[in-house]
């Protein structure tokens, strides 16, 4: 007799789970390729960008779903209070949406809402989606994989949301705080320094509201020292990226070799 169809486990909420580091790779390129590529490179999850970037919902959906083939999760950055996108995310089998730009505790509990089945939220149900295996697992299952299983992540990256950060910890449905150290940093006066003394304490207290409320934290890796004091700190979310950036970096330092090699013979830039 062939097995019933089951919800694909998130590797995420399982690694996080046993508080195990999750790393987490930004892909800025919307082609369902790249799921696959950053698989095969190892990562755990992939973080897909709709709020800078100009991928088109259709786009992110061929990408949630390359990932889920792919065995990776995925967590999609939705702008600010779109509930639309975040559910259709959700509903194509999303692991995780990730909301930017939160001020305080009122405008996370209105992103929770929409993210969230009842009784936690009030997010619209579909019962026949990627997400249920197109209607191939029971409703109940799927309520609860999606209230437990899929994170709410918070983007802490303005100094209202450092401010209120254990009230915003405390909101109901919310899974990890996601620390934005460019906007943070930009927004307090020191442009791109995550080792600015602001920064530096927003990590301290965002790792303190998490413990105190038993959440998970983390942010973008910068390096090597850096992930030393993320971890040491309680951070398990770890991400770096995006793959525009380190195609780019890989291809200038590809061509400088060659450059280098070509010098006798007139070299690689215009003469």
């Known amino acids: 007799m062939k097995e019933a169809p089951r919800l694909r486990r998130s590797i995420v909420h399982e690694r996080l789970a046993k508080s195990l580091p999750v790393y987490c790779f930004k892909s800025n390129i919307p ?11 190892g990562v755990h999850c992939l973080w897909l960008d709709c ?11 061929a990408q949630v779903q390359a990932a889920r083939g792919a065995d990776v999760d ?3 950055r939705v702008p600010n209070g779109e509930y639309a996108l ?4 959700l509903d194509n089998g999303a692991n995780g949406i990730m909301y930017p730009q939160v001020r305080d505790p009122e405008d996370v509990a ?3 809402d929409r993210t969230r089945f009842a009784p936690l939220g009030r997010r619209g149900a ?6 249920a295996l197109y209607g191939q697992v029971p409703w109940e299952d799927v309520r609860r994989y999606q209230n437990e299983q899929v994170k709410v992540l918070i983007q802490i990256e303005t ?3 450092v401010e209120r950060i254990d ?3 405390a909101v109901p449905g919310i899974s990890l705080l996601f620390i934005g150290p460019g906007d943070l940093s930009i927004t307090m006066g020191l442009p791109m320094d995550a080792a600015a003394p602001h920064v530096l304490d927003a990590m301290r207290r965002t790792a303190e509201a998490a413990q105190h409320h038993g959440l998970h934290w983390g942010m973008p890796v910068l390096d090597r020292s850096h992930a030393v004091r993320i971890l040491s700190m309680g951070g398990r979310f770890l991400t770096q990226g995006g793959d525009t950036s380190v195609l780019l970096k890989a291809v200038q330092q590809l061509r400088a070799e060659i450059a280098e090699v070509s010098e006798p013979y007139g070299g690689l830039d215009p003469g």
């Open 167 to 169: 009230e915003i910890a």
């Open 159 to 161: 100094p209202e949301a």
């Open 126 to 131: 579909d019962f026949g989606p990627a997400a």
């Open 31 to 41: 082609h369902p390729m790249m799921p696959e590529l950053l698989a095969l490179g």
């Open 110 to 112: 209105r992103l929770v």
């Open 74 to 76: 995925a967590v999609v």
């Open 86 to 89: 975040a559910a259709r995310m």
């Open 51 to 61: 709020e800078h970037f100009a991928a088109t919902s259709e786009t992110l959906s």
